[in-house]
């Protein structure tokens, strides 16, 4: 059999040639490809990196979009692209459509800054997993009750992580949130150090500045 990444090498091969008409597949046809025939592009619950929790979810929503839809067209035949989104008023979607992406990312940088986000502030995140829900929740939750007092940090949850269940482990986030001049590491540091000890199948993983929040 085909092994796997040469099969969809000749299949995105045979796109560029124009022996498919009609293309049907994940965020994957984004990433890069020149589809030379390509004049229509749709993207079902386009809106559905935005309710992820997390703090990129719109950067990260607004750069896909705009591969996706930059698929069409590139050879300078007239073409379109079709959203399906129950948000159109939301900023992504406003500069999607506008083609704004310096607006979007002036707005982005001024949100973060209020709000305090990287790179204007801190964040780590802290996964609990378990074999059982309950392990990990109340690990979880004894760890958010050892966090020592400190004015520049704060600690957000625990609940369950956007992917709750992982290879059959159960899974509790944490989210610590720091000012720039915070000592994020000394704290997880005190944090844990005054936690209760992971027993069982409870595991704890820290992730400074993290890249996933899922």
């Not at 990196?49 to 996706?68: H, Y």
């Not at 992504?92 to 992406?101: F, L, P, Q």
């Not at 957000?156 to 994020?184: K, Q, Y």
């Amino acid at each position: 059999m085909m092994g796997g990444v040469k099969r969809l090498r000749l299949e995105l091969e045979a796109i560029a040639k124009g022996e498919a008409d009609i293309i049907i597949g994940t965020q994957l046809v984004a990433k890069g490809h020149n589809f030379p025939g390509m004049t229509l592009v749709g993207v079902i619950d386009a809106d559905l990196g935005l309710a992820n929790g997390d703090p990129r979810a719109a950067e990260r929503t607004f750069q896909l979009l705009a591969q996706v839809t930059g698929r069409a067209g590139r050879t300078g035949r007239k073409s379109l692209g079709l959203l399906q989104t129950y948000q159109p008023e939301h900023p992504v979607m406003r500069a999607i459509v506008t083609g704004d992406a310096e607006a979007f990312y002036e707005r982005e940088t001024a949100e973060r800054e209020r709000a305090g986000l990287p790179p204007f502030g801190r964040l780590a995140g802290i996964i609990v997993s378990a074999a059982t829900r309950q392990e990990a929740e109340s690990h979880a939750r004894a760890l958010r009750r050892a966090a020592p007092r400190a004015d520049e940090v704060d600690v957000l949850g625990p609940a369950e992580a956007p992917l709750a269940l992982v290879a059959g482990r159960h899974r509790f986030r944490l989210l610590v949130h720091g000012t720039r001049r915070a000592d994020i590491q000394g704290f997880l540091r005190d944090m844990i150090k005054a936690g209760p000890r992971p027993r069982g199948s409870v595991r704890v993983q820290v992730d400074i500045d993290p890249q996933s929040f899922l």
